[in-house]
């Protein structure tokens, strides 16, 4: 009913910026407003951890505070896309980058989202 693709990784400088894009497809009785949008990551060695969510729609949003002031969360409604702009890029940052969904916005903060993309790969070099 739903597919997500992620795109926009790549290796970047530390202190870049880089712009993450999540492609949502959805079932035409679905309605995109209604859905939760999260992103997540997972470097190698850790568990995933949650790095921003808000509803597709417009409205809530939410950050883990590793990311607070340097990461913004946006969708494009008209283009059924969710970005993640991550600005200021550490180290620390780098791991696989993941967009998740689901009609239940507590579903997708608890990492519990219904559906998952596929992951890019962010790189930040020292």
């Known amino acids: 009913q739903v597919q997500l693709v992620e795109s926009g990784g790549g290796l970047v400088q530390d202190g870049g910026s880089l712009r993450l894009s999540c492609a949502v497809s959805?079932?035409?009785?679905?309605?995109?407003?209604?859905?939760?949008v999260a992103w997540y990551r997972q470097a190698p060695g850790k568990e995933r951890e949650f790095v921003a969510a808000?509803?597709?729609?417009?409205?809530?949003?939410n950050y883990g505070n590793s990311v607070k002031g340097r990461f913004i969360i946006s969708s494009d409604n008209a283009r059924n896309t969710v970005f993640l702009q991550m600005n200021n890029l550490k180290f620390e940052d780098t791991a696989v980058y993941y967009c998740?969904?689901?009609?239940?916005?507590?579903?997708?903060?608890?990492?519990?989202?219904?559906?998952w993309g596929q992951g890019t790969q962010v790189t930040v070099s020292l």
């Open positions: 998740s969904a689901d009609e239940n916005f507590s579903s997708v903060i608890r990492e519990r989202g219904a559906y």
């Open positions: 808000s509803r597709f729609g417009g409205g809530y949003v």
């Open positions: 959805i079932a035409s009785g679905l309605t995109f407003s209604d859905y939760g």
